[in-house]
């Protein structure tokens, strides 16, 4: 299981490293928000995908599950999630100002 | 417990959600929020107080005992910074309040220099990577919003680079967070600490660590500098001044604690690639310092002069050259902000940016240009002043250590900081004014008492070093000696 996840993982990045690289501005955000979600996957992966019950104490279970990486995660998806929504809406302030959302447009403005 | 700790994170957070409904009283906001300042620097003084008297002070929060629980960790490091960045802030609200204009005010401009001043705090404290890297996207987000905030088309297109590029550097504090859980199986920076010293740091360890010296490199701007000139340029004064006196700070503090905490074992690997960093870090920012004769493009490069300076303290390695690095590191808090300010004003009076295209300014506002002129001392570090003790020791830790490649460009950077300063000087300062009386723009009390209240403390941190220096030795000591931190945080029953 922890193979084919670093796998997915893998694949994600790779999808997010296109994306980064392209001129469109959309994409670019797009490619952070995937990147950040396989950072997450990798957080999940590398604390151990083990077999166990849900960690609360009553289960009276043999094995739990390790609560850390899912807490982690949880902050993290909020924390990419708020950031992402921030450079949608950056996004589009600097289209209606600029009327452009290629890269390649935006380089070299010196001052208005 | 020591609930105080939490303090200097807790009354910005408290004070930015207060301010965020209050956004149309403007003197309500301005009158809180210097309130919120003065009792931040009171709550961190006494703090640190309390750590010369009983030790490093911890907080569990919900009385988990560490290695398990969330904590807040203060030792005489941390804390220095803490009432460094309290009182910085306090003084840049004060020049924002005859600087920022209403549009600012009503669109949330405290809130968020709160929210922001409270991740620094929060990075500074906490005594986990994870809570650092939630504190860090505390700060940046704000940093966000304080950048992009006026909405002119060069601050939108530089947030642009600025919001890409952290998020890359978040993904690689996350991809570091997840192979050392996976590795070692904590998060405690104290309990990380020991584990590494049992299982010793392999290669598999040293290259996790070369992952965060990636991420908090782009944070501090060490090397990986590429997006600040930029983005530093663009947002209003204020804003500028707090970002050049903060936010590289905080990347340089995660540098330090991590590579002496955690990953000390392989300085020949770790320590040797900070300092070919910092090497060209200094070279870099010289060049770009000389090059340009836009004011603000030279000053956002003398932050990266800073940068490296500071972090060939910590290449170096020795008791003396952390005292140095931390007297240079409050010292550049106080000066870039005064000199971000100044730079700000100049361009606030004349309405230009280029440095040819400004003249005689010490004939119309004196008082600015003896500011500018003992900020320059400062900087290069003149005697008196709070430059020259920083640079003295980080000299003598790299002569006593051997590092002489390091120490030669450490001290001719420094001459390049004072030609660039000296260029602004000459060009803006000195000659024939060229603005006649009917058009001379008055400068604001507003905006002069503040630089006046920094060139004071960076005089009195120059001649009051001997008030200084027990804190930062026993900041240097902690640094130097891990087990102080990792028996204060594992084995205490505070």
Redesign the interface.
Known sequence: METLMTILVGFLVMIAVYL?LSRN?IR?ILG?AV??H???L??M????LKKGSAPLLGENAESYTDA??QA?IL??IV?SF??TA??LV??Y??YK??GTDN?QE?RG?E?? | MNNIIAMPMIIPLLTGIILVFLRHYTKTQRVLSILSSIATVAVSLVILYQIQQEGILRLDFGGWIPPYGILFVADSFSMLLVVTTSIVTGILLIYAFSSIGQQFEHMFFYPFVFFLVAGVNGSFLTGDL?NL??CF?VML?SS??LI?MG????Q??E??KY??IN??S??FF??G???L??TIGT?NMAHLSVRIAEVGQGPLLTVISLIFLIVFSLKAGLLLYFWLPGSYSAPPTVIAALFGALLTKVGMYALFRVFTLIFYHEPIITHTAIGVMAILTMIGGSVGALAYNDIRKIVSYNVVIAVGFILAGLAISSEIAFQGAIFYLIHDMIVKALLFLLAGTMIYLTGK?KIEEMSGLIRNYPALGWLFFITMLSLAGIPPLSGFIGKVFIGQGAIESGSFALLIVAFASGISVLYSLLRIFLNCFWGETIINEDDDVPLKKGMLVPCILFAIMTVAIGIGVEGLAPYVSDAARTLMNPEIYIEAVLQGNR
């Open positions: 980064l501005l670019v952070t990147l950040s396989a950072a997450h990798l957080l992966t590398m604390g151990g850390l990486p982690l902050t993290a924390i708020a950031v921030f450079l950056l996004a302030r600097t100002k600029t890269l935006l403005f001052d208005e | 994870f890297f939630v996207e987000l966000y919003v992009t909405g002119r088309k060069v939108l297109i947030s642009i919001v890409t998020v890359l978040s993904w996350l991809m967070i997840a192979y859980y996976g998060l940016t």
